[in-house]
């Protein structure tokens, strides 16, 4: 399309109308263009963040990607749009026949979009037809109505969809040709039968001839369904530059630094603009050291995102946050005990950190269809996993940065530990572990089980976010969490934050409720312990076949669901029991007392 027809918030370009996505405009069906329909680079905001982009790299081989916001929008009278490119689709339409009063099946033709006048059959409306096919690889094309309703057998009589009742589900749904033949869309979902046939490998959101091959067999999806598209988002909190080492420094100067050989072309590489004052806190040598490592291909391993961000925080000095910051993105303090801790209730929280500036920088990197896959434990996808690509040949990617605050609550290593201990706790892991399982083998995609300690504090997560909500001035959905399970160094801590694209950030609703962390946590643990679907709630287990929620333990929509805006495991790896006692599961608990509050030792 050559003409604005929409606009949409720049966040939601990574995140529910990305490229590959379906939208509809007020009078067109489209799909998100790749990012070869994008404004040139040179018309974009440049996103600057090394750790994110060097991760992408990782994962998806493409060298030193440059990472790009969405454009914005001119409302400057006069100034040229800027916009990205959408493609239309699907290319079948529904006509919108006369439908008499009294009629209980009501019939409409199928036509392609070669038959329409300015948008109409006949001088009738049309709408795009709701059903399309697509596979898991991302491919997505028009459903063969032809060979659906015929298989192999050619015939180009006119086809019509028969709504033969007044639910609209498939079993009421008949697509009938003029010839006599029909069927069921209810056939259509049922990939035994391989009604679709084949995929066609069809990309359209790439443009034009950017077919590729496919094997898999072809599914029915629905244009607006939910299963259509998920993306898959990078997220990284900016650090300090201090924290780089000098392989990162060496990794981003490369295409500098690989004609060194000697500390002579060194001296004189020093000097170019793009190098000078990077290599300063490193002596020659070590430099040196680092670019033979990199040509050898031994280089040290990067840690992983949620690590170093767990360094960061952690390494923090006590105080107020009431100094200067020392850099713009990144201001983290912890809070003296003696203005937090009054109490038992927090016996099982080591400290709490105030994040008075934060930086939150997200990029695209593909999108799945059927399947949502999640990033690790660690914010991470592994290299292997499968994703539909957003260009043709990726160079950049495109991202957005918010600013903010947040409240960073750390758990005590040692009441983890003691906790984990008990057997009861092991018990109720293992049942989690198994529904696990049970989930996994139902689905391609691998994924590791996130353990104990990842799921307590992503339920306790969620039951402080859902109390800081009532009283930090920020909605639910605008709060987000950040888990940091880090077993092998003994860390474990939440990270509850909020952010604006706003260059100026938030105003410190959320941060300040760190002074009154002990009333959210009792807050928190007392409604915890009692949901309104209890006993079926507490009783539930991630094991049981019969109701097929195997990520979840004792946790519903009545108590420790959010938005899932705000969850970074939409909702999966959730349980009451290892926080609280709940209704026949009193020994499992995090924090056992009768009166919440009280932490394992």
């Known amino acids: 399309m050559t003409k604005a027809h929409g606009q949409l918030r720049r966040g939601q370009l990574l995140t529910t109308y990305g490229p590959g996505a379906l939208f509809d405009l007020p009078r067109h069906s489209a799909i998100i263009g790749g990012l070869d329909a994008w404004p040139h680079t040179s018309k974009l905001e440049e996103i600057v963040e090394p750790r994110l982009s060097r991760t992408i790299q990782r994962m998806t081989g493409v060298v030193l990607p440059k990472l790009y916001a969405p454009p914005a929008s001119d409302d400057t009278p006069g100034a040229a749009p800027i916009g990205i490119g959408v493609y239309r689709f699907p290319e079948w339409f529904v006509v919108q026949e006369e439908f008499k009063p009294g009629e209980r099946n009501r ?106 091959a496919c094997t898999e067999q072809a599914r029915l999806l629905i244009r607006t369904a939910s299963n259509a598209y998920f993306p898959q988002v990078l997220t990284v909190l900016s650090l300090p530059e201090r924290d780089s080492t000098i392989d990162t420094v060496v990794q981003e100067l490369w295409n500098y630094l690989l004609v060194v050989e000697n500390v002579a072309v060194l001296t004189a590489m020093k000097s170019h603009p793009a190098v000078a004052g990077r290599l300063d806190p490193f002596s020659d040598d070590d430099v040196l050291a680092a670019i033979a490592r990199k040509k050898s291909g031994v280089v040290a391993a990067e840690k992983p995102l949620k690590h170093v961000e767990l360094d960061a925080i952690l390494a923090a000095p006590q105080g107020y946050g009431d100094d200067v910051p020392l850099n713009e993105n990144f201001h983290a303090r912890r809070l003296p005990d003696a203005v937090w801790r009054h109490s038992e209730v927090s016996a099982g929280i ?72 008990r057997e009861k706790v092991k018990a109720r892991i293992t049942a989690l572990s198994a529904g696990h399982d049970q989930w996994q083998a139902k689905r ?158």
Not at 407 to 420: E, G, K, M, N, T
Not at 464 to 488: F, N, T, V
């Open 107 to 212: 019939s409409r033709r199928l036509v392609k979009r070669i038959a329409l006048t300015k948008g109409r059959f006949a001088g009738l409306p049309v709408v795009a037809t709701r059903f399309v096919a697509a596979c898991s690889h991302g491919h997505i094309d028009d459903l063969n109505w032809r060979f659906f309703v015929h298989g192999s057998t050619p015939c180009n009589r006119q086809l019509w969809l028969d709504e033969r009742g007044t639910s609209g589900d498939l079993g009421d749904l008949v697509v009938r040709c003029e010839c006599g033949k029909q069927r069921s869309m209810i056939d259509a979902s049922d990939r035994t039968l391989k009604p679709l046939g084949y995929c066609s490998g069809r990309r359209p959101w790439l443009g034009p001839n950017s077919n590729e």
């Open 444 to 601: 391609k995609v691998q994924h590791t089980f996130p353990g104990g300690p990842y799921i307590l504090l992503h339920t306790l997560s969620h039951l402080l976010l859902q109390s800081l909500a009532l009283r930090c001035g920020y909605p639910m959905s605008a709060i987000r969490e950040r888990i940091y399970a880090d077993k092998e160094g003994q860390r474990y801590g939440i990270l509850l934050y909020t952010g604006s694209p706003d260059s100026g950030g938030t105003l410190g609703g959320l941060v300040q409720q760190a002074r009154g962390i002990e009333d959210h946590l009792d807050h928190a643990l007392r409604t915890a312990m009692l949901c309104s679907n209890d006993p079926i709630c507490a009783q539930h287990t991630a094991d049981d076949a019969l109701e097929g929620r195997w990520l979840l333990g004792a946790a519903c929509h009545g108590c420790a669901l959010v938005g899932e805006s705000s969850c970074e495991m939409r909702n999966d790896y959730l349980d009451r029991a290892l926080v609280v006692p709940v209704l026949g599961l009193e020994d499992a608990a995090f924090f056992t007392d009768a009166t919440p509050g009280v932490a394992t030792l």
């Open 350 to 421: 080591a400290a709490v950190y105030q994040l008075h500036r934060l930086r939150e920088v997200m990029a695209l990197v593909g999108f799945t269809r059927f399947e949502a896959i999640t990033a690790d434990i660690n914010g991470e996808y592994d290299h292997d996993v499968e994703r539909a690509e957003i260009a043709r040949e990726p160079s950049w990617f495109p991202a957005v940065e918010n600013r903010g605050e947040g409240i960073f609550i750390q758990l005590r290593a040692q009441a983890v530990d003691v906790w984990l201990a």
